[in-house]
């Protein structure tokens, strides 16, 4: 089992910054990938980026050269650093780690990111 908690949610106005953090703990395998995903109100759950754990990334259109998503091995975390913040970046973010090579796919309970106009 796997245990993830993000933190680092919270209000910011557009074009400021924010970043959030996820720890994970318990028995973690390896390859796997870890990610964020978001969901605003009356929306579907969207990926906004994911790391594997040799780092490589992926980045949804919408956030390309906005976001960075960064993981550190040695001490189970990731993060994402969120600019230049829009109002539509308003949503809960949750964290998730998944394995490539078995079963298991786990998630957070995720953070509130609000972006104010």
């Known amino acids: 089992q796997v245990q993830l908690v993000e933190s680092g949610g919270g209000l910011v106005q557009a074009g400021g910054s924010l970043r959030l953090s996820c720890a994970a703990s318990g028995t973690i395998f390896s390859p796997n990938a870890m990610g964020w995903y978001r969901q605003a109100p009356g929306k579907q759950r969207e990926l906004v980026a994911t790391?594997?754990?040799?780092?490589?990334?992926n980045y949804a259109d919408s956030v390309k050269g906005r976001f960075t998503i960064s993981r550190d091995n040695a001490k189970n975390m990731l993060y994402l650093q969120m600019n230049s913040l829009k109002p539509e970046d308003t949503a809960v973010y949750c964290c998730r780690i998944y394995y490539i090579l078995r079963r298991g796919d786990y998630w957070g309970q995720g953070t509130q990111v609000t972006v104010s106009s």
């Open positions: 790391i594997t754990s040799g780092g490589s990334t």
